[in-house]
């Protein structure tokens, strides 16, 4: 299995490519390909991704079939089974890297946005659980701000959901805690630009 930061590694390469459009991998997910991954699988990644029809993850770091194993939800959000999933991948298959990727132009962080600033609310109780799972960490962000440009808002807000999401993941499971701690399970932050295609990994990257 590769390390946490091996496998960052070739995210980083797998996006360049993507942007670069000089994708190869994804492509190459073929029928040899697939009935080799018939008795089991080593993703090298997992990736908490949202489930915007314009972030796949496979895609964006042009990866193929057992390459990564894909959490997707609106708002990137963490709640018990997105933990209970990670919690499955790292601890089953011996996945070191585990990516939260929040995106530019976020409809979740932009309802959540509307409901924080009054300009509209959520009737459905279900779409409720995911604004108030996203809603206190751009309480938090906004309560630091004086002035507000709706731009630099939105980005932040993007931002400030991705990390409390990580720092959800590396605190609110003993099994996560613990893998961190001995086993070198590393949990990081990117965001997605919609507009450029780049993954820019912003929080947990250890110096050096
Ligand atoms: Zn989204």
Known sequence: MLTALEALARLREGNRRFVEDQMRVASDSNPARRARLVSGQEPFAIVLGC???????????????GDLFVIRVAGNIVAPSQIGSVEFAASRFGTRLVVVMGHSQCGGIQ?????????????????????????????????????????????????????????????????????????????VGAEYSLETGVVNFFDGIPAG
């Not at 993850?57 to 193929?64: N, R």
């Open 51 to 65: 489930s915007d029809s314009r972030v796949p993850a496979e895609l964006v770091f042009d990866q193929g079939l």
């Open 111 to 187: 309802a959540t946005l509307e409901e924080i600033l009054g300009r509209a609310s959520t009737q459905s109780r279900n779409l409720r659980s995911i604004v108030d799972r996203i809603r206190p960490a751009i309480e938090a962000m906004l309560a630091s701000r004086n002035e507000i440009d709706s731009c630099t808002i939105m980005r932040d807000a993007v931002r400030a959901n991705v990390s409390a999401s990580a720092d959800h993941l590396r605190r609110g499971s003993d099994l996560l805690e613990q893998l961190i701690r001995d086993d070198g399970l590393l949990v």
